[in-house]
């Protein structure tokens, strides 16, 4: 009893590394594998808790699997969150402050739009410059 006590309590010195700066730890490989698992697990825990504090913030959105599969199947991101709004053409048009042909021709590809353009868009459907990127 005294020994394991003794042997339990006394300082360790840890061996270094061939640089001899950084101390090393042995541990057996089911202990590791254990710690890993674990360091995953937390990890995973924690990318749950930011994307619900950010869907709880408003800083980030849920979309039903339909809009997704839309964007996934190349259609045009801007139809896509347009219809995702409930907006027609002509009412984002409005809400972006432009022309509504200018909406179309960006939705059909028969323009690209500018960036000043882009960004109105964007501002208007609630989404960043990147999530109409094609």
Do not use: C
């Amino acid at each position: 009893m005294f020994w394991q006590f003794w042997k339990s309590s006394r300082p360790v010195t840890l061996p270094k590394s061939t640089d001899g700066t950084t101390e090393m730890v042995s541990i057996p490989r089911a202990e590791y594998d254990r710690l890993r698992a674990a360091a995953e697990d937390l990890a995973d825990l924690q990318a749950y808790d930011r994307a619900k504090a950010a869907l709880a913030s408003g800083e980030e959105e849920l979309i039903s699997a339909a809009y997704a599969n839309r964007l996934l199947n190349g259609d045009s991101p801007l139809r896509v969150y347009r219809d995702l709004r409930g907006l027609t053409q002509a009412g984002l048009a409005l809400r972006a402050g432009i022309n509504r042909v200018t909406v179309a021709e960006i939705e059909t590809g028969r323009k690209q739009g500018s960036i000043a353009t882009l960004r109105k868009l964007a501002e208007a459907l609630g989404v960043t410059l990147d999530d109409l990127s094609v």
